[in-house]
C-alpha cells in the first residue's frame, strides 16, 4: 500500500563527454609538476557541497572529498571547508571533467562532462550560487540517519480487526512499520519532538488493480527522546485523524499499448522527503478505455510539519517504473500524464568496475543516473549523466576519492529525470522519474 518511488533532489551539472583519470594529489592546487601536465594552464572550478538530510534544510557540509578527473589531465582533490565550499583549479584544456565527491555516512555522487565554463546550468539558483559554481547536495546514509534517530519498539493493541495492517510513519526522520503484526520496530527522531501518523487497513492486490479498506488513520504526538523507548500502541485509544479521498486518473504514456501496456498504477501522497504517508492508494483499477487507470487516494487532515507531494506511480511487472510528482494534494477529478518511459536495459547482473550503457534514456528526459543501492535499498552511488546534445551514452565509475569506501551492492536501476522544480523551502525537486528494471550488482 505504501508503495513509493522518491528521486533524490540534487544540483546538477552540464554535463557532455567526459573521461576520468586514477592519479591525485591533495588540495586546492594545480595537477603536481613535471610529467605530461607541466606548465599546462589550469582553471579554478568551485564546488558547494552541501548535506540534506530528510528533515534538514539544505546546510553546508564540511569534510567532503571532492576527485576532479579532467580529460587527459591527472586527478584534483580538495576537501570542503565548513562553508562547504572547494576551489580545484585543474587543466582543463583537453575537454571536459570528471567530478566525484564522497563524505563519511553518505552516498557517493559522481557527476559527468562538467564543463568548468558552465558547470551548472541546472540548479544552482536553488542554493543561490552563482551560475559559474557546481552545488551538489548528497543524501545520508543509514548510518548518518541511524545517529539521529532513536528505536521505537512495542505492542500494537485494540485493533479494530485482528487481521489488518497497521502503518506507522515518523514524521521528520526515521523508518517506517508496515505489518500485521502485533509489534512492531521502527526508528524514531532523536532529540526532537515528533509525530507518528498510523493507519488501520486491509489491502488486496490484483495484476492491475488494488482495493484497499481503511479502517482509522491515527496520530500519537510524542515528547523527544534520547534514548531506545518501549512505545504500545493502542489503535482505537489513538487520536482519530478526519480524511478526505480524492479521485485521480492516471494516463498511460502511449496508452494500452505503451511502455506500461501491462503494468498498474498507484497514487500515494507523502512528504517532500519521503518520510511520512499522510495519503495512501484506496483503489486503482484499470479505466473502460484502456489508456489510463482510475486512481482514488485517502489524505488524513495533518501537518506533518513538511511540504506535501502527490506521487503517481505507473509500474510494470520487471518492476521498472514512472513516476510524476505535484506538490501538494492533487485536487480531486484531475488527471495526471506526461510520465516518462523508462530507461531501456538488458542488463541482468553487472559488477562495480562495468561500463554502464545509458543510451535507453527516454530523449524527452533532462539527466539520466546510475545507481547501485545496497540490500537494504539504500543509495550506496549515483553517476549522473545528461540525455542528449553530445552526452556520454555510457559511464564508469571513477576511482574513489581517497578515503571513500562503497558499500557492498545488491542491485543498481537506470534513473531518467525530467522537469526540475523548487519545494517551498527552496530546495530542487523532479516532478518526473522513470526507473529501468533493476538488475544485480556485484563488486
Excluded at 551548472?120 to 545520508?140: M, R, S
Excluded at 515528533?194 to 488494488?210: H, I, V
Excluded at 487520536?239 to 496508452?255: D, E, F, M, R, S
Aim: net charge negative.
Amino acid at each position: 500500500m505504501r508503495f513509493v518511488l522518491v528521486t533524490c533532489a540534487l544540483a546538477l551539472a552540464a554535463c557532455s563527454s567526459s573521461s576520468s583519470s586514477s592519479s591525485s594529489s591533495s588540495g586546492a592546487v594545480p595537477p603536481p609538476p613535471g610529467g605530461s601536465d607541466a606548465g599546462a594552464p589550469t582553471t579554478p572550478l568551485t564546488i558547494w557541497v552541501f548535506d540534506r538530510g530528510p528533515d534538514l534544510p539544505a546546510t553546508p557540509l564540511a569534510g567532503a572529498v571532492v576527485a576532479v578527473d579532467p580529460e587527459g589531465a591527472d586527478r584534483v582533490e580538495a576537501t570542503s571547508g565548513p562553508d562547504g565550499k572547494v576551489v580545484v583549479n585543474a587543466d582543463f584544456s583537453k575537454g571536459l571533467a570528471t567530478v566525484t565527491i564522497a563524505a563519511p555516512d553518505r552516498a557517493l555522487v559522481t557527476l559527468y562532462g562538467v564543463d568548468p565554463k558552465a558547470p551548472a546550468p541546472l540548479g544552482q539558483t536553488f542554493f543561490d550560487k552563482p551560475a559559474t559554481d557546481l552545488a551538489v547536495n548528497l543524501i545520508e546514509t543509514g548510518a548518518a540517519i541511524d545517529a539521529r534517530t532513536v528505536k521505537l519498539s512495542g505492542s500494537i493493541v485494540n485493533k479494530l480487526n485482528a487481521g489488518d495492517r497497521v502503518g506507522l510513519t515518523p514524521n521528520r526522520v526515521g523508518t517506517l512499520f508496515d505489518d500485521t503484526h502485533a509489534s512492531y520496530s521502527l526508528r524514531a527522531p532523536k532529540g526532537k519532538p515528533f509525530l507518528l501518523l498510523g493507519s488501520e487497513y486491509t489491502f488486496t492486490q490484483a495484476s492491475r488493480s488494488a482495493q484497499a479498506t481503511i479502517g482509522k488513520f491515527f496520530q500519537i504526538t510524542h515528547d523527544a527522546l534520547d534514548a531506545d523507548t518501549t512505545l504500545d500502541i493502542d489503535v482505537t485509544a489513538a487520536q482519530a485523524l478526519q480524511t478526505v479521498t480524492n479521485k485521480i486518473h492516471v494516463a498511460l504514456p502511449g496508452g494500452a499499448t505503451g511502455p506500461f501496456g501491462q503494468g498498474f498504477a498507484r497514487v500515494n501522497v507523502l512528504d517532500a522527503f519521503g518520510v511520512v504517508f499522510p495519503g495512501v492508494v484506496k483503489s486503482s483499477a484499470l479505466s473502460a478505455d484502456g489508456n489510463g487507470f482510475d486512481c482514488e487516494v485517502t489524505v488524513a487532515q495533518v501537518d506533518v510539519g513538511a511540504p506535501l507531494v502527490t506521487n503517481a506511480v505507473l509500474q510494470n511487472p520487471d518492476g521498472s517504473a514512472s513516476v510524476h510528482s505535484e506538490l501538494g494534494v492533487v485536487a480531486d477529478g484531475s488527471s495526471l500524464d506526461g510520465f516518462l518511459a523508462p530507461t531501456a536495459s538488458t542488463i541482468a547482473s553487472a559488477k562495480t568496475s562495468d561500463t554502464f550503457d545509458v543510451s535507453g534514456a527516454p530523449s524527452d528526459g533532462t539527466l539520466v543516473q546510475v545507481v547501485l543501492r545496497d540490500v537494504s535499498g539504500a543509495t550506496l552511488w549515483t553517476g549522473f549523466t545528461r540525455i542528449g546534445n553530445g552526452a556520454p551514452t555510457s559511464v564508469k565509475m571513477p576511482a574513489l576519492p581517497t578515503g571513500a569506501k562503497l558499500g557492498t551492492p545488491f542491485d543498481g536501476v537506470f534513473v531518467a529525470l525530467g522537469e526540475l522544480t523548487k519545494l517551498d523551502d527552496g530546495g530542487p525537486y523532479w516532478k518526473r522519474a522513470s526507473y529501468s528494471a533493476p538488475f544485480t550488482v556485484t563488486k
